[in-house]
Protein backbone atom coordinates (compact mmCIF):
# COMPACT_ATOMS: atom_id res chain seq x y z
CA UNK A 1 0.00 0.00 0.00
CA UNK A 2 1.20 3.58 -0.81
CA UNK A 3 1.80 5.29 2.48
CA UNK A 4 1.22 9.16 3.34
CA UNK A 5 -1.33 9.84 0.55
CA UNK A 6 -3.07 13.60 0.75
CA UNK A 7 -5.97 15.08 -1.57
CA UNK A 8 -5.90 18.31 -2.65
CA UNK A 9 -9.09 19.63 -3.65
CA UNK A 10 -10.00 21.15 -6.90
CA UNK A 11 -12.60 23.61 -6.43
CA UNK A 12 -14.88 25.91 -9.05
CA UNK A 13 -14.19 29.06 -8.99
CA UNK A 14 -17.57 30.53 -9.89
CA UNK A 15 -19.14 29.25 -6.52
CA UNK A 16 -15.89 27.56 -4.46
CA UNK A 17 -17.81 24.37 -4.55
CA UNK A 18 -15.49 21.73 -4.80
CA UNK A 19 -15.62 19.79 -7.65
CA UNK A 20 -13.18 17.14 -6.69
CA UNK A 21 -9.78 15.82 -5.53
CA UNK A 22 -6.46 14.85 -6.79
CA UNK A 23 -4.48 11.95 -5.08
CA UNK A 24 -0.96 13.30 -4.00
CA UNK A 25 1.72 11.14 -2.50
CA UNK A 26 5.39 11.12 -1.28
CA UNK A 27 7.58 8.69 -3.47
CA UNK A 28 10.71 7.66 -1.86
CA UNK A 29 13.54 8.37 -3.06
CA UNK A 30 14.75 5.23 -5.08
CA UNK A 31 11.44 3.64 -5.52
CA UNK A 32 9.39 4.58 -9.66
CA UNK A 33 6.08 6.04 -9.42
CA UNK A 34 3.34 3.88 -8.92
CA UNK A 35 0.98 2.77 -11.20
CA UNK A 36 -2.49 4.35 -11.45
CA UNK A 37 -3.90 1.29 -10.12
CA UNK A 38 -2.09 0.94 -7.13
CA UNK A 39 -2.59 4.33 -6.34
CA UNK A 40 -6.83 3.73 -6.57
CA UNK A 41 -6.41 0.31 -4.65
CA UNK A 42 -4.89 2.60 -1.87
CA UNK A 43 -7.04 5.25 -1.50
CA UNK A 44 -9.71 2.68 -1.67
CA UNK A 45 -8.05 0.65 1.52
CA UNK A 46 -7.28 4.08 3.15
CA UNK A 47 -10.00 6.24 2.85
CA UNK A 48 -12.81 4.20 2.27
CA UNK A 49 -14.43 6.28 -0.80
CA UNK A 50 -18.17 5.97 -1.10
CA UNK A 51 -17.67 5.97 -4.88
CA UNK A 52 -19.32 9.20 -5.81
CA UNK A 53 -17.02 11.84 -5.92
CA UNK A 54 -14.50 12.61 -8.83
CA UNK A 55 -10.82 11.13 -7.85
CA UNK A 56 -7.81 12.74 -9.75
CA UNK A 57 -5.38 9.91 -10.40
CA UNK A 58 -2.01 10.20 -12.44
CA UNK A 59 -0.70 7.80 -14.29
CA UNK A 60 2.62 7.01 -15.07
CA UNK A 61 3.76 7.35 -18.76
CA UNK A 62 4.03 3.44 -18.34
CA UNK A 63 0.38 2.96 -17.63
CA UNK A 64 -0.34 5.35 -20.58
CA UNK A 65 1.13 3.20 -23.05
CA UNK A 66 0.69 -0.82 -20.92
CA UNK A 67 -1.83 -2.72 -22.64
CA UNK A 68 -2.60 -4.52 -19.45
CA UNK A 69 -2.73 -1.04 -17.68
CA UNK A 70 -6.57 -1.27 -18.53
CA UNK A 71 -7.92 -4.45 -17.55
CA UNK A 72 -5.74 -4.28 -13.76
CA UNK A 73 -7.33 -0.71 -13.12
CA UNK A 74 -10.54 -2.02 -14.25
CA UNK A 75 -10.69 -4.98 -12.11
CA UNK A 76 -9.86 -2.79 -9.15
CA UNK A 77 -13.19 -0.89 -10.03
CA UNK A 78 -15.26 -3.55 -9.85
CA UNK A 79 -13.44 -5.43 -6.88
CA UNK A 80 -13.78 -1.70 -5.27
CA UNK A 81 -17.58 -0.72 -6.60
CA UNK A 82 -16.45 2.20 -7.57
CA UNK A 83 -18.03 3.46 -10.89
CA UNK A 84 -15.62 4.44 -13.76
CA UNK A 85 -17.59 7.97 -13.50
CA UNK A 86 -15.91 9.36 -10.55
CA UNK A 87 -12.69 8.77 -11.67
CA UNK A 88 -10.75 10.95 -13.73
CA UNK A 89 -7.00 9.89 -15.05
CA UNK A 90 -4.31 12.66 -15.70
CA UNK A 91 -1.77 11.97 -18.23
CA UNK A 92 1.58 13.67 -18.31
CA UNK A 93 2.65 15.47 -21.57
CA UNK A 94 6.18 13.89 -20.66
CA UNK A 95 4.96 10.70 -22.86
CA UNK A 96 6.49 10.52 -25.70
CA UNK A 97 4.78 11.33 -28.85
CA UNK A 98 5.74 8.16 -31.01
CA UNK A 99 4.05 6.55 -27.82
CA UNK A 100 0.58 8.62 -28.74
CA UNK A 101 -0.98 5.63 -30.75
CA UNK A 102 -0.67 3.18 -27.78
CA UNK A 103 -1.67 6.38 -25.87
CA UNK A 104 -4.73 6.79 -27.76
CA UNK A 105 -5.89 2.91 -27.96
CA UNK A 106 -5.31 2.53 -23.59
CA UNK A 107 -6.93 6.39 -22.85
CA UNK A 108 -10.04 5.43 -25.70
CA UNK A 109 -11.22 2.36 -24.12
CA UNK A 110 -11.12 3.89 -20.41
CA UNK A 111 -13.01 6.14 -21.54
CA UNK A 112 -15.55 3.72 -22.71
CA UNK A 113 -15.87 2.64 -18.94
CA UNK A 114 -17.02 6.45 -18.17
CA UNK A 115 -13.60 7.18 -17.32
CA UNK A 116 -12.63 10.90 -17.83
CA UNK A 117 -8.75 12.08 -19.25
CA UNK A 118 -7.24 14.76 -18.18
CA UNK A 119 -4.23 16.20 -19.76
CA UNK A 120 -1.80 17.67 -16.75
CA UNK A 121 0.90 20.62 -17.05
CA UNK A 122 -0.97 22.35 -20.38
CA UNK A 123 1.42 24.67 -21.97
CA UNK A 124 4.85 22.84 -20.49
CA UNK A 125 6.38 20.92 -23.97
CA UNK A 126 6.35 21.29 -27.70
CA UNK A 127 3.76 18.76 -27.93
CA UNK A 128 0.94 20.62 -25.95
CA UNK A 129 -1.44 20.89 -29.30
CA UNK A 130 -0.83 17.73 -30.63
CA UNK A 131 -2.00 16.01 -27.48
CA UNK A 132 -5.04 17.92 -27.43
CA UNK A 133 -5.62 17.14 -31.53
CA UNK A 134 -4.56 13.10 -31.14
CA UNK A 135 -5.93 12.13 -27.39
CA UNK A 136 -9.44 11.69 -25.59
CA UNK A 137 -9.29 14.48 -23.29
CA UNK A 138 -12.18 15.63 -21.23
CA UNK A 139 -10.06 18.24 -18.89
CA UNK A 140 -6.86 20.17 -19.90
CA UNK A 141 -5.13 20.96 -16.43
CA UNK A 142 -3.07 24.41 -17.24
CA UNK A 143 0.44 24.58 -15.82
CA UNK A 144 1.22 26.33 -12.54
CA UNK A 145 4.28 28.50 -14.29
CA UNK A 146 1.52 30.26 -15.88
CA UNK A 147 -0.79 30.85 -13.31
CA UNK A 148 1.84 31.76 -10.92
CA UNK A 149 3.64 34.38 -13.47
CA UNK A 150 0.45 36.07 -14.66
CA UNK A 151 -0.18 38.77 -12.23
CA UNK A 152 3.38 40.20 -13.51
CA UNK A 153 3.52 38.97 -16.84
CA UNK A 154 1.74 40.23 -19.81
CA UNK A 155 2.32 37.08 -21.93
CA UNK A 156 1.46 34.66 -19.08
CA UNK A 157 -1.99 36.33 -18.44
CA UNK A 158 -2.39 36.01 -22.52
CA UNK A 159 -1.25 32.61 -22.80
CA UNK A 160 -3.19 31.45 -19.76
CA UNK A 161 -6.15 33.04 -21.86
CA UNK A 162 -5.19 31.27 -25.16
CA UNK A 163 -5.16 27.93 -23.12
CA UNK A 164 -8.51 28.02 -21.98
CA UNK A 165 -10.17 29.52 -24.79
CA UNK A 166 -8.56 26.92 -26.87
CA UNK A 167 -9.43 24.28 -24.40
CA UNK A 168 -12.99 25.26 -23.97
CA UNK A 169 -13.32 25.00 -27.94
CA UNK A 170 -12.87 21.61 -28.37
CA UNK A 171 -15.13 21.29 -25.67
CA UNK A 172 -12.70 20.66 -22.56
CA UNK A 173 -13.32 21.87 -18.70
CA UNK A 174 -10.29 23.75 -17.86
CA UNK A 175 -8.23 23.56 -14.52
CA UNK A 176 -6.02 26.11 -13.67
CA UNK A 177 -2.93 24.53 -11.25
CA UNK A 178 -0.58 26.03 -8.77
CA UNK A 179 -3.30 29.13 -7.25
CA UNK A 180 -1.38 30.54 -4.00
CA UNK A 181 -1.95 34.27 -4.10
CA UNK A 182 -5.39 36.33 -4.52
CA UNK A 183 -3.99 38.18 -7.34
CA UNK A 184 -3.32 34.93 -9.00
CA UNK A 185 -6.56 33.56 -8.72
CA UNK A 186 -7.69 37.01 -9.94
CA UNK A 187 -5.86 36.18 -13.28
CA UNK A 188 -7.34 32.75 -13.56
CA UNK A 189 -10.70 34.19 -13.30
CA UNK A 190 -10.46 36.23 -15.51
CA UNK A 191 -8.35 33.95 -17.87
CA UNK A 192 -12.14 31.81 -17.99
CA UNK A 193 -10.65 28.85 -16.54
CA UNK A 194 -13.34 26.68 -14.80
CA UNK A 195 -11.55 25.68 -11.93
CA UNK A 196 -8.96 26.01 -9.44
CA UNK A 197 -6.29 24.37 -7.29
CA UNK A 198 -3.65 25.32 -4.71
CA UNK A 199 -2.64 26.18 -1.57
CA UNK A 200 -4.65 29.11 -1.60
CA UNK A 201 -7.55 27.18 -1.07
CA UNK A 202 -6.52 24.78 1.38
CA UNK A 203 -3.04 22.66 1.52
CA UNK A 204 -3.31 18.51 0.55
CA UNK A 205 -5.65 17.35 3.19
CA UNK A 206 -5.11 14.25 5.93
CA UNK A 207 -6.83 12.89 8.77
CA UNK A 208 -5.27 14.02 11.93
CA UNK A 209 -8.71 12.63 14.30
CA UNK A 210 -8.24 9.52 12.76
CA UNK A 211 -7.72 7.72 15.92
CA UNK A 212 -10.41 9.82 17.72
CA UNK A 213 -13.37 9.51 15.25
CA UNK A 214 -14.19 7.07 12.08
CA UNK A 215 -13.24 8.47 8.69
CA UNK A 216 -15.68 10.57 7.23
CA UNK A 217 -16.57 10.02 3.42
CA UNK A 218 -15.40 12.22 0.67
CA UNK A 219 -18.84 12.55 -0.73
CA UNK A 220 -19.93 14.31 2.49
CA UNK A 221 -18.14 16.82 1.44
CA UNK A 222 -18.32 17.08 -2.43
CA UNK A 223 -21.36 19.85 -2.07
CA UNK A 224 -19.42 21.94 0.92
CA UNK A 225 -17.93 25.27 0.08
CA UNK A 226 -14.38 25.27 0.53
CA UNK A 227 -14.06 27.56 3.53
CA UNK A 228 -15.97 24.86 5.22
CA UNK A 229 -14.55 21.73 3.89
CA UNK A 230 -10.69 22.87 5.03
CA UNK A 231 -11.50 23.48 8.11
CA UNK A 232 -11.84 19.31 8.35
CA UNK A 233 -8.94 17.24 7.84
CA UNK A 234 -9.15 13.53 6.64
CA UNK A 235 -7.61 10.57 4.54
Not at 91 to 115: C, F, G, M, Q
Not at 118 to 128: N, V
Not at 129 to 142: A, G, Q, R, T
Not at 158 to 167: D, E, G, N
Amino acid sequence: MIKKIRLQPLVYLSNDMIFGYEVLYKKEHSSAYPSASNILESVISSCGHRRNLQLFINMTVKDVVDDGFCRSFLHILKKTKVDGSNIVLEVSEKTHPDSLSSAKKTLSLLRHHNIKVALDDFGTEYSSLSFLKELPIDIVKIDKKFTQEAPSSKKSRALLKFCAQISHDIGCEVVAEGIETQDQLDCVKNSGADIGQGFLFTDPLRNLRQKITPFIGLDEFASFPIDVAHKVLYC
